[in-house]
């Protein structure tokens, strides 16, 4: 950010609390201290079989959770439920915060919800070519088993 939000005038860089800060004359502080926030759900269906996908695009074939970046004017739970029927075709019942992560390398914090799944058929769409579902004894076989462990709670 070049220029102050408030008034326009040109920010000034300066040195707070051994972190470099911008700042105008006017009071407004730019700590540069911005994160993206992501839902993820874990959704279980009748059986306790919890809910993934198969991602399209740059990662295709990656095996992930439903979820995706929180829209502005958003709660945190429609953002997952919107993320979660975009990708699936599937509503979801029961929606509760289950942990949050953050990663400050990646700027990001995780806000991981449970929910039971509820009606729906997956819907072909641009972000996932399937749905699939997995059981806690017969979890899929990916680079990140100890994310699935810690959002399933193995």
């Known amino acids: 950010m070049k220029f102050c939000p408030d008034c326009g005038s040109l920010l000034k860089e300066h040195l707070e609390n051994k972190q470099v800060v911008k700042k105008c004359n006017c009071g407004f502080i730019d700590w540069d201290n911005w994160v993206n926030v992501a839902v993820v759900v874990t959704c279980y269906n009748s059986k306790n079989e919890f809910v993934m996908v198969r991602l399209k695009g740059n990662e295709n074939g990656k095996v992930t959770f439903p979820g995706g970046y929180r829209d502005l004017g958003e709660?945190?739970?429609?953002?997952?439920?919107?993320?979660?029927?975009?990708?699936?075709?599937?509503?979801?019942?029961?929606?509760?915060?289950?942990?949050?992560?953050?990663?400050?390398?990646?700027?990001?914090?995780?806000?991981?919800?449970?929910?039971?799944?509820?009606?729906?058929?997956?819907?072909?769409?641009?972000?996932?070519?399937?749905?699939?579902?997995?059981?806690?004894?017969?979890?899929?076989?990916?680079?990140?088993?100890?994310?699935?462990?810690?959002?399933?709670?193995?």
């Open 75 to 154: 709660t945190l739970e429609e953002a997952a439920k919107r993320e979660f029927f975009e990708e699936t075709g599937y509503a979801i019942d029961n929606l509760s915060l289950f942990k949050v992560y953050t990663r400050d390398d990646l700027r990001l914090v995780w806000v991981v919800f449970t929910a039971q799944l509820g009606c729906g058929e997956f819907i072909e769409n641009s972000e996932t070519d399937e749905m699939l579902l997995f059981s806690k004894q017969n979890l899929p076989r990916i680079a990140y088993f100890k994310i699935i462990a810690r959002f399933i709670s193995v």
